[in-house]
């Protein structure tokens, strides 16, 4: 029985709040049960030095954590005067995934940040980073093409991000802290919306895994996906 | 003319939202009009060394902007990998105004950490952390009170504040974003809910400003914490 | 009756003593009582990016104490590796007082910059940094204008400034390290030499101020700078 | 055809040099093809903070680059003052992947850091890395229980790495420079000497991956570790 | 001819102003022509980690420039957040040099610690810091000796210094700025007051320098220390 | 008796291994003894700021030492996120004694950077680094030359360097760890393969050390150091 009382090919609620905020070219809030993330997605007409004059653009991301968002205050990564390793680790994840929906010539000398900072955690701050971002990151670039700055989207595909692991050894997907703090296994899922793998990340915190745990948690990961992309593509038809 | 159409006295639409995420003690959405603040207040039962062994509290309090709160994007202070001047300045204002409200003794050996942190910027983002964090640090008093750690609440008044300056020739209280970027003197007043004053800071931006603007402004600040302070009382009553 | 016997109007001995080193172009030791720093003012033909090719240009001021200049060795901040807020919050102030008597556009594309180095610190070393500030910046575009570089000094208003404050319950001006350390309310005006306020930092440490006490610091401030300004014109006139 | 000449499913030549310094409990020198990395193992009767007083112990490890290991040389991190992303995220994955084959009640109250430094990169230093670490490892634990610190090995499973990718639409395994520089997928594989997975780290760079490709991708990876465990128990046996 | 027209041998004039500033248990101006450093001692009750327990005090040296201390303005080493290279190589040279005339178990679980800020530069800042850094030192260790907590003093040796170089062929001692920045070979040499060499640091910037212009450095060297040993007697016997 | 059982004036084996790693332009791995560095010399097509437009090249150094080069492990300075004092003074010692030997004019816009990491450490890890860097320079200048990049090779002299200090009483050439950790006096001496001087840098860490003293140590570097650059012209001739 899973501590929420869900299913184990449950995901919870999702909730995608677009124009979250007022000046962003995308912005949007997403939650995951009680995880709540609010993700921007900036424009700038201007690319790193290692792009400058391809006529390719660049997607990057940025993640953070206000201090209080989790159950014991964490030091701020702006006075300590340093992101952590943890953070380091989840931006770039989070950069990757995006990218790979993208077609960078067709978006051109631009760089498109993403901003994901975490308000709530409960778990999978992550996979609702990446799927309330690719959010942020539509409307931005539908927000270039209404202002004539872009021909067309320079999307290619949808992009979206689960949990999966294994909590008291059953396969289960959508991990909230509670499940998370105690999983065995853990497991991060980027597909996009052609229902191929962008980035696959398997931890065993607890004891490794067999081939056929893997097998069952790919399983979970495409199913929880699915309904991730259904509701990215609903709250963008609005 | 005031930019917003509001009389030369008039503050923005105040909410104050407790509750706003689930983990603090103390967690409030401030909106000063467009600009939205999250204040958290976090008790830890430690204080920092200069104080240890005296039985005496502290507070403290951290600012930080999301960096696409304004119109244009600004660098993440944690991948920069320091604060700012700006940020230093405010967090230490905000600490400043929310310890001249309270009991240090009757907080005992505790630490109460306020984060401010902006996720729309429309003007007076300080004064609206300091209104909120207020409100957030009586909520975490209570809560402390209610779960028999602390005998009562250490808090002995009310804080608030509220900018005020000269637009166009014009004393105005309340600026928002259009008004403080051509402001040509800019006054941030922080005032207990006994109407004595805690902090005033007055930069002449644009012309230094006579002993009689000076009169004005203050006169059109009492005006403003006045409603803030029954805004406060409202919010904390419900 | 205050530690030092002076009256509460009255403000300390102050010294200004110009070309006190032999590189800036301008460069004044000033002390206010035991109070010493040294100010040197030094220009550069270069303004900073936000400011370049618009015809105009700049003053910035960097704020330092020497590890000893107080009674008790703090820690050098170059060591350290990083500036403390309140070193940050005082050379901000500076550099604003001081260019709200500049004309920019007169100036020129050039940058001035005032380092205040605190060598012995009694209180007001802020108030002495800027008072003492001014003068070698009076002198730098005097070196300026002599050296052909200038048609005429771009400075529009001299600048000074002093602090005052309530001790033991009675208004006075010119806090000296012992009154500082124990005063109550604690206020830095700064004003130009037309009797104007450039800024205002009033900070309630002990007891919040009611309006006729800012109106009694007010009135101090007033009459301590006019002294200032007095002692700045005998000093540059020599 | 891979440009080595080497079968899809063919490592480079492994060779694993125990003792390659003479202070660290354990050091080894790891080889994959012209991929050359120092492991050593330094063991220090002492925890972090966060497990001190529990009668466990730790496994960490730290990753660098010498400047010049590659074609270009890299700015050196201890110059530029931080490690970079994709160092963290390295030492990082070291560090859990080796954890997992420890018994960290065994280990006892002692901290055992495994410093992987690359003298010579030509693909796969990260999977050479964990390789080699877990060989360092296993020495700096046999030097204790030589030494009479502990009463018998605190290692459970033997670790190894190694990785994936699609190169030009075929699977192949133990990517060298050449492939991985081109590889469309590519994914770290880190298993324990029972054939379960501890680290799975895919990341589509070309093109998305399908599920069948996944499949194989996971097979080359146990073939390819099933030959890396059989050289660490050569190496160890000597 | 040297550019000042001293005579090869010739230093120049030398200056100790004991008790420049009030706070510091020592504090001495010193000045070797126009070069002016601020020298402080200071001692407080505990030693490094390392020393800890053992009963052996320490001596350190930190040192700086303000900003305009040369002819063109320097960076603020606070503000960049780091101190140089030639910094870092100049205090540890201060600190060691005063550390050779120490009695560290007479001195007890103390640490002195030597500011050295040079207010003008003109040549042989590190030279004057030490010759003036040790009068500071012996004013210290007479304060703490007066104060009664130390028996006496634990100075076992005065230690001074002066810089030799060959300027234009001709060795020279004591390189003003002109000879220095010119010099083709540079030497600064530490002595105590029994003629004993503490430090010897030569570099050829210009040319290789051969045994006998060695031989002939280091008498001028030895020469030059007499006299300013001389001066040091003068000044602690007032 | 020496712990190693050398005579005083005998200098540890010196090995010189060229091509050590395959990417850069010259890499050595030089021995003294148990002391084992990794010299690269890598060329860049760009000067400092400094130096631009001027047809002068650059030679620069840096310096650092695996966390476990030594008996007990060393913070990894790249972690720490800063260079110790240690490291900033070695690596500066070797950029200017390289530099000595070089014309710059002849080496044109092109920087050379010589990086030593230390893989073991048994005392004189800068003379080894600055023996062992000569050649890797020189391998570099000779790629630059065959490539046709460069007509001639722009080094002018050889450089090397040993160390001295008195042990036990007696003068020493080349001091192992054993006796450097015990020397009463260091030093560190840098010459040309014509006999000349280029660095000397001793230190009297125990006792200052006597002008007879001093003779005898700069024999003893004179011929330890005619040892050493013949090793190097053995080894450049193979």
């Known amino acids: 029985m899973r501590p929420s009382g869900r299913q184990p090919d449950e995901i919870r609620e999702v909730r995608l709040t677009r124009n979250f905020t007022k000046h962003a070219e995308g912005s949007v809030l997403v939650e995951f ?3 709540r993330v609010i993700c921007t997605a900036s424009v700038e007409e201007r690319v ?3 792009l400058r004059g391809q006529g390719r653009g660049w997607v990057t991301a940025e993640y953070g ?4 968002a989790t159950d014991t205050r964490g030091q701020r990564e702006a006075a300590r005067g340093k992101q952590g390793g943890r953070t380091v680790e989840i931006q770039r994840l989070i950069g990757r995934s995006l990218r790979a929906g993208m077609d960078m010539e067709a978006l051109g000398e631009r760089t498109v940040t993403i901003d994901c900072d975490v308000i709530q955690a409960d778990g999978g ?3 609702a980073s990446i799927t309330g971002g690719f959010v942020a990151l539509a409307d931005a670039m539908a927000c270039e093409v209404a ?15 689960v949990s999966v692991g294994i909590y008291q050894g059953t396969p289960v997907v959508d991990l909230d802290y509670a499940e998370d703090s105690n999983a065995e296994t853990d497991m991060n899922v980027v597909m996009n919306d052609a229902g191929d793998f962008i980035e696959v990340q398997g931890t065993a915190e607890g004891h490794p895994f067999r081939r056929d ?8 990961a495409q199913g929880g996906i699915a309904r991730l992309v259904a509701a ?3 709250a963008l038809s609005q």
């Open 147 to 161: 202002a004539g700055r872009l021909p067309a989207s320079p999307i290619r595909h949808g992009i979206a991000s």
């Open 48 to 50: 790193p030095g290692f």
């Open 33 to 35: 049960g009680d995880t």
């Open 213 to 220: 745990e893997m097998d069952a948690m790919l399983d979970l």
């Open 65 to 68: 954590m206000l201090p209080r």
């Open 232 to 234: 990215q593509r609903e």
């Open 125 to 127: 701050t992550r996979t």
